[in-house]
């Protein structure tokens, strides 16, 4: 029982991160039902950022989340206002297409800039280790899963008690409609962006703190595995991104921990695969039937 504990935290630590990630899927998804497949890259110049921040300028942790989350919420409104308002009125596929291609543009800046190698990541907190019995968790641990609750609770704040989030909730159901009672459809799809895109580089910065490596390809797994707990959860529903984020990384431990680590990755496909047949809305989505 002990042992199950153990992977428990272990598994709530990784699937807090895929939860701050999936937020991003499904807050644009609830605005423009779009995939921003460029969202994990995005995560992963937050790591780069707050890597750069620590070795140059030496500031602290509180310091440094705060500039990364600014930088890549500014990185997001930005590339939202090229590269997907201009497609606003397009097929979603080109947009999708558009996503995909600028997913690779960041992966292939950033390995011209900064390199192809992996780095190691500057340890600013004390990774202290406490112990109940046969149960552990570090002060890293820890950091992760505080954080990441914190900028959840903040997120379900914001939208669901600020004049910002009201607006937020109007555009998601319907666009038009917000747009004759006074609502800027454009402002709050560039908000939209600068909250997920804060979310996933205070997620970048998180486990360049946990696993003490980052490399410009660390965004694309992540990433595709915060999109599976977004649908997963519900894609377009906040609280399914949270619970799905932290669902698929407690499966991922459990199957490492009791089954076999190589297959890890191809069952959370698999549960994709399998959602998209049995529930396409999710868990905690909601079926929504077309008039025609």
Do not use: C
């Not at 090229?82 to 690779?104: E, G, H």
């Not at 011209?112 to 190691?120: F, I, K, L, N, Q």
């Not at 915060?226 to 459990?254: D, H, Q, S, T, Y």
């Amino acid at each position: 029982m002990e042992a199950f504990i153990q992977q428990l935290i272990n598994g709530l630590s990784v699937g807090s991160v895929y939860a701050l990630i999936a937020l991003g899927y499904t807050m644009v998804y609830g605005i423009i039902k779009l995939i921003n497949f460029a969202h994990g890259d995005i995560y992963m110049i937050g790591a780069f950022v707050s890597y750069f921040m620590f070795l140059n300028l030496k500031l602290n942790i509180f310091v440094t989340l705060a500039l990364t989350m600014f930088v890549t919420a500014f990185l997001g409104v930005v590339i939202e206002k090229v590269a997907y308002k201009p497609l606003r009125n397009s097929p979603r596929i080109t947009a999708l297409i558009t996503a995909i291609a600028m997913s690779y543009l960041l992966q292939n800046i950033m390995i011209y800039v900064v390199g192809p190698e992996a780095r190691s990541f500057p340890q600013i907190v004390q990774n202290k280790t406490y112990t109940l019995g046969n149960i552990s968790i570090n002060q890293m641990e820890i950091w992760l899963l505080g954080t990441s609750l914190v900028l959840m609770v903040l997120l379900q704040l914001i939208v669901q008690k600020t004049k910002m989030g009201k607006a937020m909730r109007a555009v998601s159901i319907d666009a038009k409609a917000a747009e004759l009672m006074g609502i800027n459809p454009n402002t709050i799809i560039s908000f939209t962006f600068l909250l997920g895109s804060a979310l996933a580089g205070a997620g970048g910065l998180l486990v360049g703190m946990y696993y003490n490596t980052i490399d410009p390809m660390m965004g694309a797994t992540p990433g595709l595995k915060a999109f599976v707990a977004a649908v997963f959860g519900g894609i377009g529903v906040i609280p399914g991104a949270m619970v799905g984020g932290l669902l698929i990384g407690i499966i991922e431990v459990m199957i490492s921990a009791y089954g076999n680590s190589m297959i890890r990755d191809a069952v959370v496909y698999l549960i994709l695969i399998l959602i998209l047949l049995i529930r396409p809305s999710g868990l905690l989505g909601k079926s929504n039937k077309e008039k025609v």
